[in-house]
């Protein structure tokens, strides 16, 4: 499978990983990695603002990915499979934006302006 083809389908997985997020049968450590991964997917937010040349577009292109791909290695594949057959068509119309997803990514990047202005000024 190609690269473009493991990614596409990565992507996919992420509606199968919000309701793995909500599965009882997903172990705890499962649960984490997916709230981090759909909170960063569905944030209207990037960790590194698609503005910025070529790093901008890296969260997309490897970030994302590599989240995904290691949030399904900690849920066991009967699970995934059952998640991914209930998520067939949930996000037909494109993933769902919600600001709130957005809260833990501007926390780190104020925690990051607080840590330079300390730097710079201590």
């Known amino acids: 499978m190609k690269l473009k083809e493991q990614a596409k389908k990565l992507k996919a997985d992420i509606p199968a ?3 793995a997020l909500k599965d009882k049968d997903t172990p705890i450590i ?3 990695f997916a709230g981090i991964t759909v909170g960063y997917a569905l944030s209207p937010i990037d960790l590194i603002p698609d503005f910025i040349p070529i790093l ?3 969260d997309d292109v490897i970030l994302l990915p590599v989240l995904v791909a290691l949030t399904i290695k900690f849920i066991p594949k009967d699970v995934m499979e059952k998640n991914r057959k209930l998520s067939e068509g949930l996000w ?3 993933k769902p934006k919600k ?3 957005a809260i833990p990514i501007v ?3 104020l925690l990051i302006i607080w840590l330079i202005i300390k730097a710079i000024w201590l």
Do not use: H, R, S, V
Request: charged residues 15%; glycine residues 12%; hydrophobic residues 55%.
């Open 107 to 109: 926390i780190i990047w």
């Open 17 to 19: 990983l919000f309701l």
């Open 30 to 32: 499962a649960k984490i």
């Open 99 to 101: 600001w709130y997803y």
């Open 56 to 58: 901008g577009y890296l």
């Open 92 to 94: 037909k119309d494109g």
